[in-house]
């Protein structure tokens, strides 16, 4: 299977953007003031289909490559991206390093 690995910088971004990315990208979990109830924010990409190794890397199947690119793009974050093989259990083993 094709994947693409995203290596990204992020300097001289503010930390507002940044956040707001990652819930572009990701998702979160969202919960009312008190606590009573709690419900998901889809991100681009699905919990499951992506790994982040360590901080600012990402790796992602083929497919959402192009999304990340264009978030990436509209907040102003210096990436490179490479190609390489997964395997197919890649993505569900979390635990590689």
Request: no cysteine.
């Amino acid at each position: 299977m094709k994947g693409i690995i995203f290596l990204y910088r992020t300097t001289g971004v503010e930390p507002r953007s940044l956040t707001k990315m990652n819930v572009q990208l990701f998702g979160k979990e969202q919960q009312s003031n008190y606590g009573k109830y709690k419900y998901e924010i889809d991100g681009m990409i699905p919990k499951g289909e992506y790994i982040r190794p360590i901080r600012a890397v990402i790796i992602v199947r083929e497919q959402y490559s192009e999304n990340i690119r264009k978030v990436f793009e509209l907040y102003g974050i210096k990436y490179r991206s490479f190609k390489i093989e997964l395997k197919k259990f890649d993505f569900k083993n979390r635990d590689f390093f």
